[in-house]
């Protein structure tokens, strides 16, 4: 899922730069929702297993994590027939809620966190950025230090490596070496080259030397028109929607039911999780932003 929450942030860094969160007042709603999707969940699974034995109270946990990923998936086989507010929406709320789930496991649930591992991330995430501001654009160089570096520290620090691989997206660059303008002028003096060059050889199937030339000057200055954090997220859409969803959807598909299944689903940590999920979730998402924004 790393890779999947990798595209989601650069995805969610281009909509801060120029898309729909761009404007504070939108990213507001996904914070608020997530923050009562969140505590809503955990305050019904509470509140069915007070009394309950102190085992089963230590779940509260379970139903505040939300499976918005595979939601962002279904989003994304569908393509562009869903609105990209929602799109935007979800993608926000699913990360906001990540880093909430992922702080209550290190807060509560983790017996230990390697801070030495966590430190080394934070500064290979620290290099990356400064080769961001100083104009470095190679897209092997941060794929290096982003899964050898950041991914691999936070994974052995204990903390869930889907944040490490959001983290790393934010620190893409987003700019281009070539700017529009100049795109423009250097494609029009490349055509004009390229209409000469026909000019001199007129072969009907082969290219001449300079024609050649010509179409690989418009390839190198095409590519850098475009942004490492746009050409990774246009390259790795189809890893992510054909690939990496389907294997998701498959490994996390598995429920054991055995003959005790009644029992089992009628128990308050069955319900706790049961109505944090499907009541709380949606109280808390939808509920809770009416009534701060109130």
Known sequence: MSIFFFVVGLELKREIIAGELSNPKNVLMPIIGAIGGMLIPAAIYVALNT??????????????????????GVLYLLGPRVPIQLKVFLTALAIIDDIGAVLVVALFYTSEISMGNLAIGAGVLGLMALLNVLGVRSV?????????????????????????????AFVIPANRKINKANYLSEIQKLTKKFQ????????????????????AEIKRISKGSVSPLQLLER???????YVVMPIF??????V?????????????????VGGGLLIGKLLGIFGYPCLELN
């Open 51 to 72: 009394g309950n034995t102190p085992e089963s109270l230590n779940g509260w946990g379970i139903p505040m994590a939300t499976d918005i990923a595979f939601a962002l």
């Open 140 to 168: 092997l160089a941060y794929a290096v230090l982003g899964i050898g570096g950041v991914w691999l520290a936070f994974l052995l620090s204990g903390v869930h490596a889907t944040i490490a691989a959001v983290l790393a």
């Open 196 to 215: 000469s060059a026909n000019e001199a050889e007129k072969d009907k199937y082969l290219l001449s030397t300079d024609e050649e030339n010509v179409i």
């Open 235 to 241: 390259n790795m859409h189809g890893l992510v929607v």
């Open 249 to 254: 959807a498959l490994a996390n598909a598995g």
């Open 256 to 272: 054991v039911i055995d003959s005790n299944w009644m029992e089992m689903i009628s128990s308050p940590v069955a319900l706790g």
